[in-house]
């Protein structure tokens, strides 16, 4: 009886017994196995260490210790020194790959006799001679993109960067049973070991990287034993010409002088933004001049003069005073604004007040009226316009619109929310119209001419560049009744609303 560690072997084959402590086990499941007596130590043999097949139907021992083995795809001789197998299939003489379970026996001769599905094999095992030729291999074909090449041993293949795909052809220079020959082959700079490939006698390489390779190929005779001196072909790919030294020479050297180029044109450019600004400064300043003497234009300040001492003068003290004290207030609110370019609709609508109020006293019986609205969409407090660029159109509307109107006339400032990023200011008044006051400042003084429209284009396109933006315009309707006679005019500002784009306004205060 088996022992029971043998208990894995299970459907047994055959039990051969050497010496008086190993056992040699064949199992129809498990392979071949050696079982020490002694040690109670079972190892396995399975295909993983070279065996044929792991379905053994029997083996015998010949007399120089080497067991025979017969599987399901062949015969297996085993060297129990070495532990190695040496297989044996139809390409050497079997009669087939397919063994018969219990159908083997050992000849008084030597011989010895395995039957299979085909018939049976009879042989003298010291007879069988290996193939001890080792065998060369040749490098039968090359392709480069499937079309194949012409190629030198002793020269390397040369291929384009583009067309980086090759195969390499193989075969072994041993015909006893070509179909049993093993190949194994290498691209050094690519496969870092050997590939074993069985009898598969091409490869293919894609996408190979620019550089220098060697191909090496070896194979194996119908006895397994290799021929460990490769066959090698070199192959080299030659590299695009933007990885070349010359072409990464020219680069740097092209770089360097995009550099100094780039910060010359900088340079130049930052000079010139410079000089722009100061030009856009100046011309602020000039600008904010020319407002500032609009506003306090000599007529004006002579007037109201005037009309103080008219006061004085008609024993009207009171009257004088109260006049004296907003024209003061106004004239200080004037000198502010020189100091602030931005005011809030707020503080300019406070101006304004005072301002128009020193006008309605200067007319008699208080001529006209003067309205101011505001979108309920305007934060009046944050919502900012120019300082100098409302006024001069209201004091237009006053002495050109409305001083040489007969009946009473009416001045409305309208502040008003355009949409999410713009606003916008309207002065209308129901005066004569540009025509007609053209015609009469032409008649009074016929060589003077008016600066004023220009001023404030000038001031349109000067808040424009200051604030990097085109959205600021001014547009000037003349307003007309059903018979086209002129009713007025009316003066649209539109701006960019800076408060939304994050500008901060600084309240000086009143």
């Known amino acids: 009886m088996l022992p029971k560690t043998q208990s894995k072997f299970e459907d047994l084959s055959d039990v051969n017994i050497q010496g008086d402590s190993i056992l040699w086990l064949s199992s129809y499941r498990v392979g071949f196995g050696k079982y020490n007596l002694h040690t109670k130590h079972l190892k396995l043999y ?33 060297d129990p020194v070495r532990e190695t197998f040496t297989n044996f299939d139809v390409y050497d003489g079997l009669q087939n790959n397919e063994f018969i379970g219990g159908s083997f026996l050992l000849l008084k001769n030597g011989e010895m006799v395995f039957g299979g599905v085909n ?11 290996r193939n001890s030729n080792q ?25 384009d960067y583009k067309n980086n795909f090759v195969s390499f052809e193989f075969a072994a220079l041993d015909f006893a049973a070509p179909q049993k020959n093993q190949y194994a082959y290498q691209l050094e700079g690519i496969d870092k070991k050997w590939i074993y490939s069985g009898n598969r006698h091409f490869v293919s390489y894609s996408q ?10 070896k194979a194996s005779n119908s006895a397994g034993e290799w021929n460990e001196t490769p066959t090698t072909l070199r192959l080299r790919v030659v590299s ?3 990885v070349k030294d010359w072409f990464k020479t020219l680069m740097i050297v092209l770089g360097v002088i995009g550099i100094v180029f780039f910060f010359t044109n900088r340079i130049r450019f930052i000079k010139e933004r410079e000089k722009e600004k100061i030009n856009l400064n100046r011309q602020i300043a000039e600008l904010e001049m020319k407002a500032l003497r609009a506003q306090m234009n000599p007529h004006f300040i002579f007037n109201c003069l005037n009309s103080i001492n008219n006061f004085i003068l008609h ?13 003061a207030k106004l004239i200080r609110q004037i000198l502010d604004n020189t100091d602030t370019p931005l005011a809030s609709v707020e503080r300019i609508v406070n101006f304004m007040n005072l301002y ?37 159109h209201v004091e237009n509307a006053i002495w050109h619109g409305l001083m040489h109107k007969a009946e009473r006339g009416k001045i409305s400032l309208k502040f008003c929310r355009e949409n999410k990023e713009y606003v916008s200011c309207i002065i209308e008044d129901n005066g004569i119209g540009r025509i007609k006051a053209r015609e009469i400042a032409q008649d009074l003084s016929p060589s003077r001419k008016s600066k004023g429209t220009q001023n404030v284009l000038d001031s349109i396109e000067t808040f424009n560049r200051q604030h990097n933006t085109e959205g600021a315009k001014i547009i000037i309707d003349d307003l007309y009744d059903t018979q086209q006679q002129p009713t007025g005019t009316r003066v649209k500002i539109i701006l960019p609303d800076l408060a939304q784009q994050g500008l901060k306004l600084v309240d000086n205060g009143f």
């Open 240 to 242: 695009p010409f933007w």
């Open 119 to 129: 018939g049976f094999n009879i042989f003298r095992p010291q007879g069988l001679q």
């Open 46 to 78: 399975t295909p993983a260490e070279g065996l044929a097949n792991s379905i053994v139907y029997g083996s015998l021992m010949d007399s120089q210790g080497y067991a025979w083995i017969s599987t399901n795809t062949g015969l297996s001789r085993f």
């Open 315 to 327: 024993d009207q003290n009171r009257q004088a005073s109260k006049y004296l004290t907003k024209f």
């Open 208 to 217: 190979l990287p620019a550089g220098n390779y060697i191909f090496k190929v």
């Open 356 to 392: 128009i109020e020193l006008e309605q006293m200067r007319f008699v019986n208080n001529r006209f009226d003067f309205e101011i609205e505001i979108d309920p969409l305007i934060n009046a407090h944050e919502t900012v316009f120019p300082t100098m660029m409302i006024q001069p």
């Open 135 to 159: 065998s060369p291999v040749a490098i039968t074909d090359v392709k480069v993109m499937n079309e194949s090449v012409g190629f030198e041993r002793d020269l390397p293949l040369i291929i």
